[in-house]
């Protein structure tokens, strides 16, 4: 058994965090007659799941929901964090060699197609979005898409990849949101989404699309393929979505 400040020692949570977990019923100790806390081994390694959650992005409230009525079965929480760190791993790893490329590039070293220079960056492309996506789509979705991708990282990042580049090379040629170039694309990107996420209804599709203006952290990452792809990509969804739905 452990007093709380040894317990906060050991996972590097403050005291006041431990109180308010405690106090949110999210990891509750034993309690003595006179107050005093003490963690158990189990407890502890409660509190380890918790801390994996909080760094992939997770809320508390959803932690919470997740760990509802699990005292001793945290395998499948240890396993599915496994997978999310390991999927995060492999994009880190892409983005750091896109950048040594760059590095590289400009020091005149080498030369690098627009494709390369965009290589690691996707509409997924930053582990916070998980949580999002996970409060609007449920676990076993998403938990779903983990599956569907594993193995094929690389192949859902081309994918995507080549949907908003292309998009982003309409825009730039003045093409309308509703040219059938564009329709083209914003079919292989529902395709995208359903090969390597979760099988997407059309009307899902759409919410996705406005997302990715109304949301600024996708919008960012989606004008990283140059200005105004963003909200051009959600206009050409939107004609998509309301031509498959007549």
């Known amino acids: 058994m452990y007093h709380i400040k040894e317990a906060a020692q050991l996972s590097g949570v403050s005291v006041k965090t431990l109180h308010h977990y405690d106090k949110i019923g999210l ?6 007659e006179n ?4 963690y158990s081994q189990e407890d502890l390694e409660r ?8 760094y992939l ?31 995060e791993r492999q994009h880190l790893d892409t983005l750091i060699s896109t950048l040594q490329k760059t590095i590289q590039e400009q020091k005149g070293e080498r030369k690098m197609t627009i494709e390369e220079k965009f290589t690691g960056f996707s509409y997924q ?21 983990l599956k569907r991708q594993k193995g094929h990282e690389d192949e859902a990042t081309v994918a ?9 090379q309409n825009l730039q040629n003045g093409l309308a949101a509703t040219a059938a170039e ?5 079919a292989k990107l529902l395709q995208a989404i359903r090969t390597y996420g979760f099988d997407c209804p059309i009307e899902v599709f759409g919410h996705i699309g406005k997302g990715y203006v109304y949301n600024p952290e996708f919008k960012e ?21 309301q031509t498959q739905i007549k």
Not at 35 to 38: E, F, L, M, S, V
Not at 47 to 54: D, E, F, M
Not at 131 to 143: C, I, L, R
């Open 27 to 32: 990891l509750v100790p034993l309690k003595s």
């Open 35 to 38: 107050g005093y806390r003490t």
């Open 47 to 54: 509190l380890q799941v918790i801390l994996y959650y909080k």
């Open 57 to 87: 992005g997770f809320s508390l409230e959803k932690i919470a929901e997740l760990l509802k009525g699990e005292r001793t079965d945290l395998l499948p929480h240890l396993t599915r964090q496994l997978d999310y760190l390991t999927q």
């Open 125 to 145: 492309d930053n582990q916070k979005y998980h949580q999002e996506a996970v409060e609007k789509y449920g676990q076993e979705v998403m938990d779903q898409a």
């Open 160 to 168: 995507f990849n080549q949907v908003f580049q292309a998009l982003a």
């Open 182 to 186: 564009n329709q083209e694309e914003a």
């Open 221 to 241: 990452n989606i004008d990283k393929f140059g200005a105004g792809t963003a909200q051009y990509t959600s206009d050409v969804i939107a004609h998509y979505v």
